[in-house]
């Protein structure tokens, strides 16, 4: 079994829409969640970094973790098509150490 | 954010040939970089962890004669990818670690070919 899931896709949605990208993970000893979007042929970008469970709002974008199952979320409110891209989450069990990664999920926003 | 940059972007060299990458921390001094590799529609794979002043922490299955990684400053790490063959051609990318929140911050990536 993978330490972190997520499901590869990939997801398409219309303009506007609401999505919601999701993963779970079976290390208990995470403690720090993130999300990247990586877009074809790039470098991925950090777009949220949380500590342990709660939600973290940036502009569209909500990140939520809920640690006691394990689970964890990304809402991008009024899709764009440039959302366009590879999301993928990552977890750490301190600050700094080495990421985990999950699969990625291919979102496509069609205008 | 903070601003980590590759080169070269891409690169084509001869199977046998030697190829190095170089990572550097445009905005602030890294004492940890990472290099990883990705496969077309892949995660990362974490290779190495590399250190300033200290040898790299390299990842199980990777061979570290094969891929030289040297941390010689605060701001630059290298990745030496030794006599190449077409199976190392993918996209290394490497990421260095911001040392205030303490979060990775990535390169650009680059796609190496070997032919």
């Known amino acids: 079994q993978k330490e972190v899931e997520q499901d590869p896709g990939p997801l398409s949605v219309p303009e506007g829409a609401i999505v919601s990208l999701n993963c779970t993970y079976s290390?208990?000893?995470?403690?720090?969640f993130m999300w990247y979007r990586q877009y074809s042929r790039k470098g991925p970008e950090l777009l949220m970094y949380?500590?342990?469970?709660g939600n973290k709002e940036d502009g569209r974008f909500t990140a939520q973790v809920d640690k006691s199952s394990k689970y964890i979320s990304l809402f991008i409110r009024d899709s764009q098509p440039s959302d366009s891209a590879t999301y993928l989450c990552?977890?750490?069990?301190?600050?700094?150490?080495?990421?985990?990664f999950g699969e990625g999920t291919q979102l496509t926003v069609n205008p | 954010g903070a601003v980590v940059s590759q080169h070269p972007s891409r690169v084509i060299c001869k199977s046998g040939t030697s190829v190095k990458i170089e990572c550097r921390s445009l905005d602030f001094q890294a004492t940890t970089m990472f290099w990883y590799r990705q496969f077309p529609k892949k995660s990362l794979m974490l290779m190495a962890t590399?250190?300033?002043?200290?040898?790299?922490?390299?990842e199980q299955g990777v061979e570290k004669d094969k891929f030289l990684i040297n941390h010689a400053s605060l701001t630059l790490s290298t990745l030496t990818v030794t006599s190449a063959h077409p199976e190392d051609s993918s996209f290394y990318i490497c990421s260095a670690r911001e040392p205030i929140q303490e979060t990775q911050y990535f390169g650009p990536g680059t796609r190496l070919l070997v032919l």
């Open positions: 949380t500590y342990s469970s």
């Open positions: 590399s250190n300033e002043g200290s040898k790299a922490t390299y």
């Open positions: 290390n208990s000893a995470f403690q720090y």
């Open positions: 990552a977890c750490e069990e301190t600050s700094g150490s080495r990421l985990t």
